[in-house]
């Protein structure tokens, strides 16, 4: 049948945050290099969405001859294609690409206009794209050691099957790759930065997980070491065995938010029984192994980062040094630890006007000096065995002007407010949001992302289903890993953000207190810039936590970094 539009997001099969080459079909179509967006084209347009973290990478990267580029940040896909497709239209999709949610929620909303989704076996990329298209990866599995992972694999599977057999579920269906990852006590490198293996799993209520991986990635020793816990099958099988599934009238559990619309449809609707991936919330409360390797891999982490911001201050004098030369130099640092995989997400290095692009991705094209009188936003993480890190340092290159000085304040106001909060049992990340946005708020300001997401152990720096945000919906416990990141951008000019990681832990109830509480424990170790302070708009309590926090990062890190360093640690931790 003939379609009048068609759609082109920058997901994958698996719906995880990075895709191999093999599956970048948004960036071989549009240019479009971002971590999240959708192109839909029909017979005369084409657009290009994303969040509020692209909207000026999409406008850099697309060609506006060919695209356009909707009302972005609030621009909604659907409202688009209402105007764009004549009613009676039929707009098709990849059934494999898009999550069973999603395409729910937009059959509804096109549906009420005359227009209908309509899913199309073949990609209509990969038809075009032809053998330029890469090959999937086959990158080598490895197993995840028991000193890090804290728990085996067998318990955690145990755990996932008595949770299955209580809610009466046959098997439950994994898409994700961080979930299988967690489960298995695997690791890959498939994707960039996220140490994932690609592959699909069927964990049923008894006996031995189903994994469909291609076989080129799994070693004899490998396979030997999960062999008690697991059977292998190719990636082909793997919707043989929904239909299976489906003709046996199971209930599988499925994720129709992480899953694709190819999985639900495959097993009909009688047999999908719709619950969260049983994996996440397990996966999000950190055991003490994985804890503790958190705060060594925050402690090697924060002496790499020191070292670079001593070496910066001595770098700008020159004023030749330029963003790649300062992503290049960090990384360097970080690979001297000798523990580096991999760094956890493309370093956002962003001087001057740069810095207020939230998700700016350096290049050739865009590459800038750091230049006196502007700010520096450097946003960068590591992975570790034994843990991730995601850290953003706003750094002055000479001085700093009274504006940047008074918004760096505010934006470290609310991350010290976050640091600092003490909530009962059951808080959201919603309720905390605003912790963040509340001395912004005060001065009419604000920033268009969330405040902080979950981090996984030597996995996605991105992890749910916790986040400190608008959408931050899950409850917080105790042993889940946030980021605390509040920001301020103005567009043309600088941006600013002051991004540490904290852990969730229990706290004591004050005298006379009647609920169980909670705090954080701050867990990343570096200077935070005190020429951008504005001492003045600080609190007393402000300044306890400012100077506590220097105290502590100087007794942590003066052992571990230089003696050049060690010197300058000293000033830059100096109290206020």
Known sequence: AELDGYLIPRADEHQGEYVPPSAERLKWLTGFSGSAGVAAITKKRAAVFVDGRYTVQVAQECDRAHF????????????????????????????WLHTAGEIARMTVSLNEKGLSLKPVPANLVDRAWGKGRPRPPEAPVVIQPLEFAGQAADEKIAAIQKKLAAERQFAAVLTLPDSIAW??????????????????????????????????????????????????????????????????????????????????????????SAAADPCLALKAIKNAAEIAGAKAAHLRDGAAVSEFLCWLDGAVAGGSLDEIGAVQKLEEFRRDTGKLKDISFDTISGSGPNGAIVHYRVSEKTNRKLAHGELFLLDSGAQYPDGTTDITRTVAIGKPTAEMRQRFTLVLKGHIAVATACFPKGTRGIDIDPFARRALWAAGLDYDHGTGHGIGSYLSVHEGPQSISRAGMFPLEPGMICSNEPGYYKPGEYGIRIENVVLVTAAETPSGGERAMMEFETLTLAPIDRRLIEKSLLTAEDLTWLDGYHARVFRMLADLVAPATRAWLKAATATL
Do not use: C, M
């Not at 356009?68 to 497709?85: N, S, T, Y």
């Not at 960039?192 to 076989?215: C, D, S, W, Y």
């Not at 099988?237 to 046996?248: G, I, N, Q, V």
């Open 68 to 95: 356009e580029f909707p009302g972005l940040a609030r621009a909604k896909l659907v409202d688009w294609l209402i105007d764009a497709v004549p009613k009676g239209g039929t707009i098709g999709f990849d059934p």
């Open 183 to 272: 489960l298995l006590n695997i690791r890959g490198s498939d994707v960039p930065h996220n140490p994932v293996a690609l592959a699909f799993a069927i964990v049923p209520a008894t006996g031995k997980v189903e994994l469909f991986i291609r076989p080129a990635k799994v070693s004899k020793d490998v396979r030997r070491s999960l062999e008690k816990q697991v059977r292998f099958f190719e990636p082909d099988a793997f919707s043989d065995r929904l239909t299976a599934l489906k003709k046996a009238k199971r209930r599988v559990r499925v994720d129709r938010e992480t899953a694709a619309f190819g999985i639900t449809r495959r097993l009909g609707d009688k047999s999908v």
